[in-house]
């Protein structure tokens, strides 16, 4: 199970254990995002900190309907205690959480300042 916290700007922030080029899991605070529907979006400092590989470019559509072009990185992220590759797209200045990653959780948040956010596994994946 993962535990975060609701931030003081009502966001749901959980940590994502995302393996570094090293070959180490390093923390990465992520927005639990529902409105974005793929693994992980990191912003370019994140990426380069990781040494993450570029393994593609998506086009994706914004919240505003504008269309862009984005770098995508494969990341291996420490998920339900098991590693999982998920995409990364590079993007924003926060780390998203999306909803493909969240695939076969349950997510409980108990939505106040500080408030507990728990991520676990459903066992449908």
């Known amino acids: 199970m993962f535990e975060g916290r609701i931030s003081a700007a009502l966001k749901p922030v959980v940590p994502v254990l995302i393996m570094s080029r090293e070959g180490q899991y390093q923390p990465v605070e992520a927005?639990?995002?529902t409105g974005f529907n793929g693994d992980l979006?990191?912003?370019p400092a994140t990426i380069r900190r990781l040494g993450l590989t570029r393994a593609t470019v998506f086009k994706a559509t914004l919240?505003?309907?504008?269309e862009?072009?984005?770098?995508?990185y494969e990341a291996t992220a420490l998920w339900h205690d098991r590693?999982?590759?998920a995409t990364a797209l590079?993007?924003?200045n926060e780390a998203l959480l999306g909803m493909n990653l969240l695939m076969g959780?349950?997510?409980?948040?108990?939505?106040k300042v500080d408030g507990l956010v728990a991520i676990?596994?459903?066992g449908s994946r």
Not at 63 to 66: E, F, K, S, V
């Open 63 to 66: 919240a505003n309907g504008q």
């Open 105 to 111: 959780s349950k997510v409980t948040m108990e939505v």
């Open 31 to 33: 927005v639990l995002d």
């Open 120 to 122: 676990e596994d459903a």
């Open 83 to 85: 590693p999982l590759i």
């Open 90 to 92: 590079e993007s924003g």
């Open 41 to 43: 979006a990191l912003p």
């Open 68 to 72: 862009v072009y984005l770098n995508g």
